[in-house]
């Protein structure tokens, strides 16, 4: 357990660094903001509402595997932890079953991953059988299986290499995702374990 909240600890400095370094060149101009200012601050939203995604998600780290749980306090199982992070992060509400998740969204390639993405599996001998939520440098979040803890698996790993089903980016491509505000709020509010 402890090994696992070291790991969160550093996931999160690394995620905290890297958000300070994307503070935008525009935002210290006084001129009027061009399209291209625009479209860079739309782009940074959208970004940063992923890593908030993510951030927030490493906050449930040891919450207990419950089959259809969809609380952190009753358990979660993969979707129920999918649809709980993007329900308080971003006020959106998504489909119950990792097969319904992909089937919304764009598909993303696997060199394309960014933290936020819905990253897919083969775990129970059909397609999109579990999902989790990439966190970037090859890691993503997920609820595993019964007897476990939400905690943090790495894409290279070779039974995740091998059940690899696609991934689906939803942030900045369904509406309603990631409004700024609410984003904050969540992220403020993220559990502490």
């Not at 419950?66 to 993969?78: A, I, N, S, V």
């Not at 390639?109 to 579990?130: K, N, Q, W």
């Not at 299986?145 to 089903?165: C, D, M, P, Q």
Request: overall charge positive; some cysteine; aromatic content about 8%.
């Amino acid at each position: 357990m402890a090994s696992s909240r070291l790991l969160r600890a550093s996931l999160l400095l690394a995620l905290a660094a890297a958000a300070f370094a994307a503070v935008p060149a525009s935002a210290q101009s006084a001129r009027a903001p061009t399209i291209a200012d625009k479209a860079r601050s739309t782009a940074e939203t959208v970004w940063h509402g992923a890593q908030d995604l993510a951030m927030f998600a490493l906050g449930l780290i040891g919450v207990d595997y419950r089959y259809g749980g969809e609380t952190p306090e009753g358990g979660l199982d993969c979707s129920g932890l999918v649809r709980h992070v993007f329900q308080q992060v971003t006020g959106v509400t998504l489909p119950r079953t990792s097969k319904e998740l992909a089937r919304i969204g764009a598909p993303i390639a696997r060199d394309d991953l960014e933290a936020g993405d819905l990253v897919f599996f083969d775990t129970r001998r059909f397609a999109f059988s579990h999902v989790g939520i990439y966190l970037g440098d090859g890691r993503f979040i997920h609820a595993p299986s019964r007897g476990s803890e939400v905690e943090i698996a790495e894409l290279t790993n070779s039974y995740w290499r091998k059940h690899f089903n696609g991934a689906r980016r939803l942030v900045g491509v369904l509406p309603g995702l990631v409004p700024e505000a609410q984003a904050a709020t969540a992220v403020a509010a993220a559990p502490a374990r």
